[in-house]
């Protein structure tokens, strides 16, 4: 790997097509001349050197560009990968194809592995040449609408807000500004309206063609080789969402009513959807800096091996978190495989999700951060299932130092901690549903996709009011979603990865020691087992299994004395 320096001074070389085509088609001539397995392998780390370089300057620009998107070098960066990633990932595939039918296969396997095989299987199914052309269309409409979410100007008060900075005025703990919060919130989404039905119904109608071209019946068989979706499918997806509309749905209910007595209101609103406490909700007590200087003792303390990591994060600057106005809304963890490096990118905005970051976030690059030491760098390529397990769990074993950060509330925030996450699983279940919905019934109209999220919301949220508010309240509260704009059939792994962490949750409140060694384990197995496996291996109980969201819920109950 090459010496990592600080983000900041790290080169940027645009990745040109015609020399990557080049040095590709070089790789796959020396693999195919090779005379043994041995030899294929030896050929198989170029390929990692090629596709770590490559894909660590795309990167590289990606964050450059999200820290500003007014940048107009990055932004014209941008559009050049919208346009030849797709035919990277033509070359990729038409690798691994080689490799997939190579005479010494079992050789290989027994190199990187059998996941790594089933992965490259389910590639070929997600990709053919003739598709180039719809995913280069597809890329920029996804750019579209970051674009057109990341372009949010809001007045408020004598000051111009994009959506991230709003947040904390929607969670205030006077009623009357959040209402008016969530009015601005609404009339911005409200205004753009019609381009962003547009936006969407041409990704369906683009993705839906995809899946024709390549013989499928819907978008939905495609989107889950597309998500790697290695050892489940759809009827197992549907039965865990059976199970969280049985149990988990009247558990969250309970959860909301138990806040609206906390809140003294009458009836909860969608204005009081993310507020825990009259007094409003515990926020972090610290400057920026000073929660960065918290998480470094708290990593410092919880093992040698975060702490090594969150030192090497802070030492190379790979933190992009405070707030600005020409910044892309969000937060996300990536990778520069060149360096063996993660990177998180944040809004800090003065709410208690500042904390999350350090949490959740750090839970993914901790994992991405053991993961770089494995030479097998199949092994690096988790799902999305197992990579939200790493960072929602992390958000529990964290708990032990929570004073750091919210001192006389951390009481407060343990509690909110626990019933956001778990009023998040029923929403999470709804927004895949809808996408199913949506993948297989492709010519819904703008309209009637939004009386399908209304129904939806009736099962799977039963207490949201959203009194007569223009927007959301026809419908169209899905549309900020941006995962359903970006990357269908996402939503469901942090619903499975959730359900996951409550297990660890309830083990480490029986032995801390017990569920960390577990944690670990899991971490370092990254991609080189099945999702289903490997929670049996760490001792978790898969979440496909009949009863165990029941199982659960009523230790959750138990817990928070419902």
């Known amino acids: ?11 940027y070389e645009r990745v040109v097509y015609e020399e990557a085509e080049k040095e590709y088609h070089k790789i796959m001539e020396e693999f195919k001349a090779a005379g043994s397995g041995e030899e294929q392998f030896q050929v198989h780390k170029k390929y990692y050197a090629l596709r770590n370089r490559m894909d660590t300057m795309i990167t590289i620009a990606r964050i ?3 820290i500003d998107t007014t940048d107009e070098f990055y932004g014209k960066e941008i559009e050049h990968y919208d ?8 070359l990729a595939v038409a690798y691994k194809k080689m490799m997939y039918e190579s005479p010494y296969r079992d050789y290989l396997e027994g190199k990187i592995g059998k996941v790594a095989f089933k992965n490259m299987e389910l590639e070929l199914k997600a990709f053919d ?8 269309e597809e890329n920029a409409l996804k750019t579209r609408y970051d674009k057109l979410i990341a372009g949010a100007k809001i007045e408020w008060e004598g000051d111009t807000l994009n959506l991230s900075l709003l947040r904390p005025y929607l969670t205030s703990n006077d009623r009357e500004v959040r209402r008016k919060a969530y009015g601005k919130y609404s009339a911005f989404f409200a205004s753009w309206a019609e381009e962003l039905d547009e936006i969407y119904d041409k990704l369906v109608k683009n993705r839906t063609k995809q899946a024709k071209e390549m013989g499928y019946k819907d978008y939905v068989e495609l989107g889950y080789y597309r998500m790697g979706r290695n050892c489940y499918d759809r009827d197992m997806v549907e039965n865990y969402r059976k199970q969280v509309k049985e149990s988990f749905v009247p558990f969250a209910e309970k959860l909301h009513e138990g806040r609206r007595q906390r809140l003294g209101l009458e009836k909860l609103s969608y204005i009081d959807e993310s507020v825990y406490f009259l007094d409003g909700n515990p926020a972090p007590t610290g400057t920026p800096e000073e929660i960065m200087q918290a998480g470094q003792k708290m990593y410092s303390e919880m093992s040698a091996e975060t702490k090594e990591f969150f030192d090497f994060m802070l030492d ?3 933190f992009d978190v405070l707030g600005r106005k020409t910044k892309k809304a969000g937060g996300y963890m990536t990778t520069l495989p060149e360096y063996g490096a993660p990177f998180i990118f944040a809004n800090f905005n003065g709410t208690s999700g500042d904390v999350d970051v350090i949490t959740h976030e750090c839970g993914h690059a901790f994992q991405g951060y053991l993961a770089a030491k494995d030479p097998i760098q199949e092994h690096w390529d988790i799902t999305m299932e197992t990579a939200e397990v790493h960072s929602m769990s992390m958000e529990f074993f964290t708990g032990k130092w929570f004073e750091l950060f919210f001192g006389s509330r951390t009481k407060d925030y343990r509690r909110m901690q626990l019933e956001d996450a778990a009023n998040f699983i029923p929403y999470g279940c709804m927004v895949d549903e809808f996408q199913h919905i949506v993948y297989e019934n492709p010519d819904l109209t703008p309209e009637e996709r939004k009386q399908e999220w209304m129904k939806l919301e009736k099962v799977y949220r039963p207490h949201m009011d959203y009194e007569e508010d223009a927007f959301f309240g026809q419908g169209g509260f899905w549309q900020k979603q941006h995962h359903i704009y970006r990357y269908p059939f996402y939503y469901i792994d942090y619903c ?8 660890y949750k309830v083990m480490m409140d029986e032995d801390y020691g017990k569920a960390w060694q577990s944690y670990l384990k899991l971490c370092r197995l990254s991609a080189s087992g099945f999702f289903t496996d490997m929670l049996k291996e760490v001792g978790l109980e898969s979440p496909f299994e009949d009863g165990c969201v029941e199982k659960i819920v009523s230790k959750l109950e138990q817990k928070m004395g419902l």
């Not at 040449?129 to 280069?136: G, N, R, T, V």
């Open 129 to 136: 040449e003739k598709l180039i052309p719809l995913m280069q």
């Open 316 to 318: 190379k600057e790979l």
């Open 496 to 503: 499975l990865a959730q359900t996951c962490a409550f297990e």
């Open 1 to 11: 790997m090459a010496e990592m320096m600080k983000f900041k001074d790290l080169p």
């Open 64 to 66: 450059r560009f999200d």
């Open 83 to 90: 346009t030849i990633e797709p035919k990277l990932a033509n």
